[in-house]
């Protein structure tokens, strides 16, 4: 018995002092400023009108909260059609600001909130959608960096419900 008890004791030192180095070889910097990189790149495929830049974005099973009430879609085949409508967008632009990173200590997978700016044209008709709120997480699954979940709001002026 005592020697099950060691071997224990042992593998589970081994697996924990493992785990320690693993994380202390990580560049977390490095990785923050690449999953930055990411969510600024994430809305390339607006800018290039690619539905397969978008597919390539998501993941297969990414979820995305729009600001309508039935925009709820659980994977790429749901998320596609509402995607290739707003394709249609002409001349895209994305303004980020306050967003803020938040890094697991693994390194492959982060959320982040930001607040965005998003003017477009539709029929040669300017529109911009000022203070829209924008969270997500994002994993990276085979060396690249994929949408696995992404929300967008905008605020209403006063309190929905007062307390």
């Not at 202390?24 to 969510?39: N, R, S, Y």
């Not at 998320?79 to 409508?85: A, F, R, Y």
């Not at 001349?91 to 693994?106: D, E, Q, T």
Request: one cysteine or more.
């Amino acid at each position: 018995m005592k020697i099950f008890t060691l071997l224990f004791l042992f593998l589970l030192f081994t697996s924990c002092s493992n785990g320690e180095k693993k994380n202390e070889q990580l560049d977390l910097q490095k990785i923050t400023e690449e999953a930055g990189a990411f969510i600024d790149s994430q809305f390339n495929f607006f800018y290039e009108s690619s539905l397969g830049l978008a597919k390539n974005t998501f993941s297969n099973d990414a979820v995305l909260i729009g600001t309508d009430a039935t925009e709820y879609y659980k994977g790429w085949d749901e998320m596609k059609p509402s995607i290739e409508g707003q394709l249609a967008l002409e001349n895209p632009k994305f303004n980020s600001r306050n967003r803020n990173i938040f890094l697991s200590s693994s390194g492959d997978m982060a959320s982040y909130t930001q607040i965005l700016e998003f003017s477009f044209e539709i029929d040669g008709v300017e529109n911009t959608v000022r203070n829209v709120r924008n969270s997500g997480v994002i994993q990276k699954i085979n060396g690249q960096w994929k949408v696995v979940q992404i929300h967008w709001s905008i605020g209403v002026q006063g309190q929905a419900i007062e307390y």
